[in-house]
């Protein structure tokens, strides 16, 4: 369609103060950098997490459109308002995430209170009023429902809000944190945009909750616990660090301070094995269990020999002599250690449970507190369900003089199993067979803010975070185990002619603690309507104490992994938000400093080695050729760097909106690999891994554009690109000096190449809501994870190095995480509550919603040898695991007709609708004999696996697949 003259002229007028607009803004950015400079002198640098958001807008009279200066604009049920400045302008600081109600009230002008206001961490909420001039009597007002932008403002760079309350009852299988993450695709099994796992930071109301020895999350919140989760997979403002990939912003709901609410959620999975194929005690599908179960083959008429001789030490010459008798003995026993054969199992419910509870305290306090008791049956039979129990909550204060307290905390205890990665040395024993885990987590956060005007703020912050974990079979005495206090000869310990034992039991007795202190002071001004400023310091305190004994079964590989330290992190940083009509911009700069506060070993070829060993003389005491006490050593120092942030927002067109970031990112590697003191048991010389506190900070430079574009029907369309370029990947090495054996460590030589374009097409509001989701990706490096090819340092006679191995392709390869292609639908549809037919007055198909999740996502690369060949002149990376599907429905049902204080929500699940199968990665493509088999190239088919030592197959289609059959849930919710 042609638009008219006069049309087009107010287009290019339009668009004419639109440029105006941006150029301006533009220039007001390379302006405000010399005074951010200025200010970092007197103001620190590092602000607590953006836990809090800004309401902020005009007020106008809707006559004239004069600006009204002085009006009242305060938050219902809060203390929080100010009052607009003599252009109509007011702003809000210092806010919660939440939904709300804002009253703007005014002499002579009648009453206006906006509904449904929502505000995000880190974000502005614009919000316009308009009042009328009236003569009616004082008490009236307007109430309107606010309504939310369609594309977000602030949209600097790839991020999602996700509010669990507009989801966990809508969309199927949302209930902790880590089911919001199967709403996105740009997180994928843990990999943040193609980076490895532990590059990315979590945040619970500002309590980091990463465990420093690892850098994994400490534990899950459940949904009903939280008020919003913001996933940042692009560039992250300068106000976070020690992140590389991405970070996790969560903010726990407070207290109502009006009156109390409620939550309860009830959900039970239908009994159900949960592993695709035959049971593992099915006789019928496992030829080993056929083979044995009879006299006759334990006599040997197969022509295979005697298998009683196996039995032990001396059982063969014990009863020899009647073979009969010996097969029906040896047949007996085998029979008492296979006694589950036809055992059924699945017949259990698994069970969730969470409650929460919020209201007033006292007129100036209220609370929030939550708990989740979940329990499930484990995918092979256990001794008993494993549990989780959390309790998270937190307590706000109104202490007057616009200044409140905030206390947040949480504990997690959760229980797992683990086994050896050979099933033969468990699966008919999992009482000792298997170490039980028990991991526990708590945090306690401590918020004071002060208001000190409407436009300025202070707020400190104190917080811990605490973890332990633990693992470990039962034990006979203090370092008393059982295959140390039984007879070399009994005969459980030796394999039986089908190779899987009882009574063997898990040697790695673990126990790993952790405590984070954390001390945040920020500083928030709103200097003018266009410039918000953040300045503050962060300092942290670290103590690690681990006690870990590994392999104690075998006295000469028995190890010790015994260390503790107190390491410091210092952190600062400043950063301006520009707001310039459309135009937002964030300009930071970011400064990191740690030391892990230990001596290190100066000869990193041999670092127990004595300097002043004398040869002449007898290796003893002082002059002892091996001391961790006499070896040279020296103090760690201080390493640190600086991180520019720079993200920008600005309307195209009407309804468009463009926006670009670059940042530098710098993350110390997590203190595991810094300083792990793994020896022999027996000696403590013997160095079996030692962490290298000399490795550097691991670096990512990240560089996106998109564009977000509203369309009709309350549409909007996102796509944007990135790159990303990855230094100083830490990897495993081998260090030795000469002919010594040597050791592991690890040093600074891999990187990464991560390039990508996500699009995004979603409707968040209306009858019917849904979204597809398209994430492209590559990621290309030298290794996948730190394990991969370790290369060996050799230091000579001569003193030169070399350096052997750690190269498996002269090209970058394909990462084995990547996932190329990564698409996820999900569409919802909801009835009126008085939709449909009616049953004893009750509208039945009324109050209705369906909710479809699908995704389809490419398979892992693996590389693929052909029969009887070998690495060399293979292209490495050259094959990928089937593609992936998988689809969830959830029907929900709201009665609100039962009761006007309570509302019920009843629900069904159906999760893996069509039965998808996932291969485990890790089990069937790191195996180049399960490779063979699934490309077709073995006499066995995958399903089937030979026992190391030879003998009769098994079948372990149980563990060739990593997710679940289909899985019926049933549920309820109730809000009073």
């Known amino acids: 369609m042609v638009q008219a003259p006069d049309e087009l002229s107010a287009s290019q007028e339009q668009l004419k103060v639109d440029t105006e607009r941006v150029t301006n803004g533009v220039l007001h950015i390379a302006m405000r950098w010399g005074q951010i400079i200025l200010l970092t002198v007197w103001g620190g640098v590092y602000s607590a997490f953006a836990q809090t958001g800004k309401i902020a807008g005009y007020v106008r009279d809707a006559d004239t459109g004069d600006p009204l200066p002085g009006v009242n604009v305060v938050i219902v049920g809060t203390t929080l308002g100010s009052a607009t400045d003599v252009e109509g302008h007011y702003v809000i600081l210092n806010v919660p995430p939440g939904v709300y109600a804002v009253r703007a009230s005014f002499i002579g002008y009648q009453e206006v209170t906006q509904t449904g206001v929502v505000v995000n961490s880190g974000r502005t909420t614009e919000l316009n009023f308009e009042l009328q001039e009236t003569f009616l009597e004082i008490g009236r007002e307007v109430v309107v429902v606010a309504e939310r932008p369609v594309i977000d403002p602030e949209r600097v760079a790839s991020s999602e809000i996700i509010r669990p309350d507009d989801v966990a009852l809508s969309v199927p299988g949302i209930y902790d944190l880590a089911d919001v993450f199967d709403l996105t695709v740009d997180v994928s099994e843990g990999h943040f945009r193609g980076g490895r796992i532990g590059e990315e930071i979590y945040l619970l109301n500002g309590i980091n909750i990463v465990n420093p020895l690892n850098n994994s999350r400490a534990f899950q919140p459940p949904t009903i616990a939280l008020e919003e989760v913001e996933i940042i997979t692009g560039g992250f403002p300068a106000e976070y660090g020690n992140a590389q990939s991405g970070v996790v912003n969560i903010v726990l709901r407070e207290g109502n301070g009006e009156k109390w609410q409620g939550d309860v959620l009830i959900r039970l999975r239908a009994p159900g094995r949960k592993h695709f194929g035959p049971s593992v005690f099915d006789s019928t599908a496992n030829p080993y269990l056929r083979a044995f179960n009879s006299v006759k083959e334990w006599m040997g008429e197969s022509g295979e020999g005697a298998y009683y001789n196996f039995i032990g030490y001396g059982f063969g010459g014990r009863y020899g002599s009647d073979s009969l008798l010996a097969a029906r003995i040896a047949y007996g026993l085998w029979q008492q250690a296979r006694k589950e054969i036809a055992r059924g199992y699945g017949k259990a419910w698994d069970s969730d449970v969470q409650v929460a509870l919020s209201g007033p305290l006292t007129s100036w306090a209220r609370i929030f507190l939550s708990t989740r008791f979940e329990s499930e049956a484990p995918v092979l039979p256990y001794i008993h369900p494993l549990k989780t129990r959390q309790f998270l909550g937190t307590v706000t204060f109104d202490v007057g003089g616009n200044k409140s307290f905030r206390v947040a905390g949480a504990y997690n205890v959760s229980e797992d199993v683990s086994g050896s990665s050979s099933f033969w040395n468990w699966l008919w024993d999992r009482a000792i067979g298997l170490a039980p885990q028990k991991e526990t987590a708590y945090a306690l956060g401590l918020r004071f803010a002060h208001v000190l005007s409407d436009r300025s703020f202070y707020e400190v912050n104190l917080s811990t975070l605490h973890t332990r974990f633990r693992q470990g079979a039962s034990v006979l ?500």
Do not use: C
């Open 477 to 976: 005495a203090p370092n008393r185990y059982r295959e140390d206090a039984a007879d070399a000869a009994v005969w459980r310990f030796y394999n039986p002619p089908d190779q899987f034992r009882v009574g063997f039991m898990e040697n790695d007795f673990l126990d790993e603690r952790t405590r984070t202190w954390s001390l945040d002071a920020a500083y928030n001004s709103q200097l003018t309507n266009n410039h918000l400023l953040k300045a503050g310091v962060q300092v942290r305190f670290y103590e690690l104490d681990v006690r870990n004994r590994r392999n104690l079964s075998s006295p000469s590989d028995a190890q010790d992994e015994i260390f503790k330290s107190n390491p410091v992190d210092v952190s600062f940083y400043i950063q301006d938000k520009m707001e310039y009509g459309g135009l937002i911009a964030l300009v930071g700069l970011r400064f990191d400093a740690y030391n892990q506060n230990i001596q290190y070993y100066t000869n990193q070829f041999a670092p127990f080695l004595n300097p002043n060993f004398d040869p002449t003389k007898p290796p003893v005491g002082e002059n002892a050729y091996l001391s961790p006490e006499l070896a040279s050593k020296a103090p760690t120092p201080w390493v640190y760097g600086l991180q520019p942030r720079l993200g920008i927002s600005f309307p195209v067109f009407v309804g468009t909106v463009f926006y670009l970031n670059y940042g530098a990112f710098f993350q110390r590697p997590p203190f595991e690999r810094l300083q792990v003191h793994r020896v022999q048991r027996a000696n403590q010389t013997t160095i079996f891994r030692l962490g290298n506190p000399r490795l550097k900070p691991e670096r990512t430079n990240m560089y996106e554009v998109g564009v977000a574009q509203q369309l009709p029907w309350r549409l909007v369309l996102d796509i944007s690109g990135y790159y990303k370029d990855v230094k100083n990947l830490v990897q495993l090495a081998y260090f030795r000096m000469g002919e010594e054996l040597p050791y592991e460590t690890y040093i600074n030589r891999d990187y990464a190449d991560i390039r990508g374009f996500r699009i995004a097409l979603a409707r968040q509001a209306g009858w019917w809501q849904g979204s597809i989701r398209y994430h492209y990706s590559v990621a290309t490096g030298k290794t996948s994870s730190p394990f991969d090819a370790p290369p060996t340092y050799t230091k000579l006679d001569n003193g030169e190095v070399s350096v052997s191995g750690g190269v498996r392709n002269l090209n970058d390869v394909l990462l084995d995480f990547d996932r190329t292609h990564n698409l996820l639908a999900q569409f919802t549809v909801s009835t009126p509550e008085h939709f449909g037919f009616q049953l004893g007055g009750i509208h039945i198909p009324g109050n209705l919603t369906l909710s479809v999740k699908s995704r389809v996502r490419s398979g892992r690369p693996y590389t693929y040898v052909g029969p009887g060949g070998g690495l060399e002149g293979v292209v490495l990376m050259n094959r990928r695991s089937p593609t992936e599907y998988q689809t969830d429905l959830k029907i929900t049902r709201t009665f609100k007709e039962l009761s006007q204080w309570m509302k019920l929500v009843a629900f069904i699940e159906v999760i893996n609708i069509f039965n998808n199968r996932h291969f485990n990665y890790d089990y069937v493509f790191r195996n180049p004999l399960l490779i063979r088999s699934f490309e077709g190239d073995a006499d066995e088919p995958i399903e089937l696996i030979v026992p190391p030592n030879g003998g009769w197959a098994a079948n372990q289609e149980w563990r060739i697949y990593r997710n679940s059959p289909r899985s019926i849930y049933f549920g309820i919710s109730v809000e009073f």
